[in-house]
């Protein structure tokens, strides 16, 4: 069974391919990397970050035609309930045009990193980069500098996509079944 991921983040590979192997454990898998394109900004925010991981998916499938299953994954800020969150959006499409969605829990961005956007009227990437260096050696990993080293982003990119991935390995007696 092979898989595409539309990425060429080493790190979105690797988590793609550990969430895959869990639920995937007795076939054999080619998972492979393709740098496809999400037509979104670097920072995605609400619709963006799904339209994202579906566009990854998409690109993947239109340049890549013998895989099985084409995943595609981008992280992202929601606004919800007034408050502005991370989270991860997963794509997978089937090699017969099957799509499933998954989605991750949301870290909140912190309200200092809220105030130096405003400050500095610039993008979330733009600021973490700025943040990052003024700060020191920090982890390469927005919900790592947010958590001090606490919690991941691989934590969400991963739990979007076993979300999706869920949905193509459920069981018969599964809802997603009847």
């Keep these: 069974m092979k898989f595409i991921i539309g990425s060429a983040s080493e790190r ?92 991750s829990s949301g870290l909140k961005v912190p309200d200092y990193v809220l105030r130096k956007m405003d400050e500095l009227k610039m993008e979330h990437c733009g600021v973490m980069t700025i943040l990052e260096e003024e700060h020191g050696k920090l982890p390469n990993d927005t919900w790592g500098t947010y958590s001090g080293g606490m919690i991941a982003r691989a934590t969400s990119l991963k739990e979007s996509l076993r979300n999706a991935l869920i949905q193509v390995v459920a069981r018969a007696e599964s809802f997603y079944n009847k």
Excluded: C, M
Aim: hydrophobic fraction near 35%.
């Design 12 to 103: 979105k590979i690797k988590i793609a391919e550990e969430a895959i192997r869990e639920l995937f454990k007795d076939e054999k898998l080619i998972i492979e990397g393709y740098a496809a394109i999400s037509g979104v900004p670097d920072t995605p925010y609400d619709q963006q970050t799904f339209d994202g991981a579906k566009n990854r998916a998409l690109d993947s499938q239109s340049h890549n035609k013998d895989a099985n299953y084409y995943i595609g994954l981008e992280s992202g800020l929601v606004e919800r309930y007034g408050h502005i969150y991370e989270e991860a959006w997963a794509a997978v499409i089937s090699s017969d045009g099957k799509e499933f969605f998954g989605y």
